[in-house]
């Protein structure tokens, strides 16, 4: 606990694309988006949240379905929560990123990582109440899971000191 406010301390955790994380604890969660997407859903009524970050739409091969693509990661997201006592109908996301630079990719991926999210989220009905997505910049994103609060910082290009762990004396102070 903190002696100016009496809530818990954020522990800190970075998101690895493929990967997803849920939040039973106040958590400060963050990852760097380029053309991958990364969905945030939150349950307000228990205070919990969770996340992921993937990097392509779609995989029909079952054997290789991983949380890499957009349409395992985000069903496995919603069903972690569930699992963990949300319920579905008052689940909200938020989508970040999908982002494409010509100068850096012949394909837009990142417009096909963010139809995959909103398509997923309509079919299980939870409301989007914000996106930050596509244009031709990178994202910083931290979220807040004790405020419910979340911070995104456009980027003209991702660095190797962006990723966790910080390097070159960054480090993660976002609580």
């Not at 699992?83 to 630079?101: M, P, R, T, V």
Request: glycine share 8%; proline share 5%.
């Amino acid at each position: 606990m903190t002696k100016e406010s009496n809530r818990p301390v954020p522990g800190n955790y970075f998101l690895h694309p493929g990967f997803i994380y849920v939040s039973t604890r106040p958590t400060v969660i963050s990852t760097v988006v380029g053309s991958c997407v990364a969905v945030y859903i939150y349950y307000q009524r228990r205070r919990t949240s969770g996340v992921n970050h993937f990097q392509y739409p779609f995989i029909h091969e079952k054997d290789q379905a991983t949380a890499r693509y957009g349409n395992v990661a985000i069903p496995t997201l919603i069903h972690m929560m569930i699992n963990d006592g949300s319920k579905l109908k008052y689940l909200e996301a938020q989508i970040f990123g999908g982002a494409y630079h010509p100068k850096l990719s012949t394909k837009d991926i990142g417009i096909d990582n963010i139809k995959i999210a909103r398509q997923t989220l309509a079919q299980k009905k939870i409301r989007i109440v914000s996106e930050d997505v596509g244009g031709k910049k990178g994202r910083k994103i931290v979220f807040n899971t004790s405020a419910d609060e979340i911070a995104v910082v456009k980027v003209n290009k991702l660095r190797k000191e962006d990723w966790y762990p910080y390097e070159n004396g960054r480090h993660s102070d976002f609580s």
